[in-house]
C-alpha cells in the first residue's frame, strides 16, 4: 500500500516537475530573444545587446556558489517557490513600468534580477531531482529537462518573434508575468521531500564554512576533477570555435538567408533532444568514464567539419551547405546532450544530498567561467585569422588536449 501510494506522487511529481519547468524555461528563452530584438531596435547598438546578454550570464558565475549552500542549508521547495513568484512580480512591475517606454536601464535591472532568481531556481530544483523520483527515474527526469531545454531553443525564437510583432511590449512582458505564476503554483504542488530523509538546517549558518566544505569535496573527488576538466575544456572550445565563428560564417562567408540561417541553428537543438532520447539506452552500453571519452571526441570532430567546408570552398550552394551544416551541428547537439546529462545524473545520484547543491553549483560556476573567456579570444582571433580557423584548428587541438587530458 505504501509502495502504491509512493508511485503515485511520483508519478504526480514528474507531472508538475515537467509543467513548471517547462512553463519557467520556455518563457524565460522567449524573453530573453525578444527583449534583446527590443534593445536592438531601441538602441541600434550591438554593445548594448552583449552588456544584455552578459547580465545573463554573470549571475551564474558569480551567484552560483551562494545559491549552492543555501539549497543544501535551507527548504529547497520555499526557495523554488519564491524565486518563481519573484520572477512573477518583477514581470507584473515591469508591466507598469512600460506604460511610459521602457528604459534600458529598466531592462538592464529586470535582466540581472532575473538572471539571478533563476540561478537559484536552477540549482535549487537540479540538486531537488532525487528527492522527487526514486533513484532508477532520475536520469529519466534529467534527459526531460534536457529535450525542454531544447525545445525551448527551437520554438522560443520564432514564438518570441511572433508575440513581440503582435502586441506592446507591455502586453508581453504581463504575459511571462501572468506565466510564471502559474508556474509558481505547479512547484507549489510538488513533494520535494518524497525521497528526502534529512531535515534542513537554518541554525548555525556560516557562508564560508559551508562554502569550503563545497570545496573540500569537489577536491577529493577524482571523478568530479575529472569531469570538472573534461567540462571546462569542451566549454571552452564551443564558446571559441562554434558561438561565434560558425554563426560569423554562414552569414558572411556563405551569406545565407535570415530564414536559412534560423533553420540551420534549430538542428543543434534537434540534436539535443535526439541524444537526450537516447541516453538511456547508450549509458547501459558503456562505462561513463567512456562515454565522456567518446563523446568529447565527437564534438572536436563536429568543430573540425563546421570550419573545414570554408577551408576548401566559400561558394558552396545552399542545396549542399543546408543539409551539411544542418547535419553538423545536431551531431553537436547530441555529442552535448550525452556529455552534459550522464554529468547531472551521476552527480545527483553519487554526492550526498547535504552536499549536493553546494558542490553542483560550485562546479557550474567553473564551467561557465570558461564561456566569456572563449567568446573574448574568439572575437579576439577572429580579427587575426579567418573564420573558419577556429573551429576547424580548435576542433583539432580540443580532439588533442581531450585525448591527454583522458589518458589513463
Known amino acids: 500500500m505504501r509502495s502504491a501510494w509512493i508511485q503515485k506522487h511520483e508519478r504526480f511529481n514528474f507531472v508538475m516537475f515537467f509543467l513548471g519547468r517547462s512553463t519557467s524555461v520556455l518563457m524565460s528563452s522567449v524573453y530573453t530573444f525578444a527583449m534583446g530584438l ?76 532575473l538572471a539571478v532568481s533563476q540561478t537559484l531556481y536552477n540549482v535549487c530544483m ?67 521531500r518524497l525521497y528526502n530523509h534529512l531535515t534542513p538546517q537554518n541554525s548555525g549558518f556560516d557562508f564560508k564554512r559551508e562554502l569550503a566544505a563545497g570545496f573540500d569535496y569537489i577536491k577529493k573527488s577524482d571523478w568530479i576533477k575529472s569531469s570538472l576538466r573534461n567540462f571546462v575544456t569542451v566549454n571552452f572550445f564551443l564558446a571559441l570555435c562554434y558561438s561565434v565563428p560558425v554563426p560569423y560564417i554562414l552569414n558572411n562567408v556563405f551569406h545565407l538567408s535570415p530564414k536559412a540561417f534560423g533553420l540551420v541553428q534549430c538542428f543543434s537543438p534537434v540534436g539535443m533532444i535526439v541524444g537526450a532520447l537516447l541516453v538511456r539506452k547508450i549509458t547501459g552500453m558503456m562505462s561513463y568514464g567512456k562515454l565522456m571519452r567518446i563523446s568529447g571526441a565527437f564534438c572536436a570532430l563536429c568543430l573540425v567539419l563546421l570550419g573545414a567546408l570554408p577551408v576548401f570552398s566559400d561558394h558552396a550552394a545552399p542545396v549542399l551547405l543546408i543539409p551539411y551544416y544542418a547535419f553538423v551541428l ?32 560550485l562546479s557550474i ?44
Open 38 to 113: 527590443y534593445v536592438l531596435k531601441m538602441t541600434g547598438s550591438g554593445l548594448s545587446f552583449a552588456v544584455t546578454l552578459s547580465l545573463q550570464i554573470l549571475p551564474a558565475v558569480l551567484i552560483g556558489p551562494f545559491a549552492g549552500v543555501l539549497a543544501d542549508r535551507f527548504n529547497k521547495k520555499i526557495i523554488v517557490v519564491l524565486t518563481d513568484a519573484f520572477q512573477g512580480l518583477l514581470f507584473a512591475g515591469l508591466f507598469f513600468a512600460a506604460g511610459n517606454g521602457l528604459t534600458l536601464f529598466d531592462i538592464y535591472t529586470a535582466t540581472l534580477l
Open 126 to 192: 537540479d540538486s531537488a531531482v532525487p528527492n522527487l523520483v526514486s533513484g532508477p527515474h532520475v536520469l529519466t527526469v534529467n534527459s526531460i529537462g534536457k529535450i525542454v531545454d531544447s525545445a525551448a531553443g527551437i520554438v522560443s525564437p520564432g514564438l518570441g518573434g511572433v508575440l513581440y510583432a503582435a502586441m506592446e511590449i507591455r502586453y508581453f512582458v504581463l504575459l511571462n508575468g501572468i506565466a510564471f505564476f502559474l508556474s509558481t503554483v505547479t512547484e507549489c504542488l510538488i513533494d520535494f
Open 330 to 361: 545536431a551531431c553537436s547537439g547530441f555529442a552535448v546532450s550525452l556529455i552534459d546529462i550522464p554529468f547531472i545524473n551521476h552527480f545527483q545520484t553519487r554526492v550526498p544530498e547535504e552536499l549536493r547543491g553546494r558542490s553542483l553549483s
Open 365 to 408: 560556476s567553473a564551467v561557465k567561467i570558461a564561456t566569456p573567456a572563449g567568446y573574448i579570444l574568439s572575437g579576439v582571433m577572429m580579427e587575426i585569422f579567418p573564420a573558419y580557423f577556429l573551429p576547424f584548428c580548435g576542433g583539432i587541438l580540443l580532439f588533442v588536449l581531450y585525448s591527454a587530458v583522458n589518458r589513463k
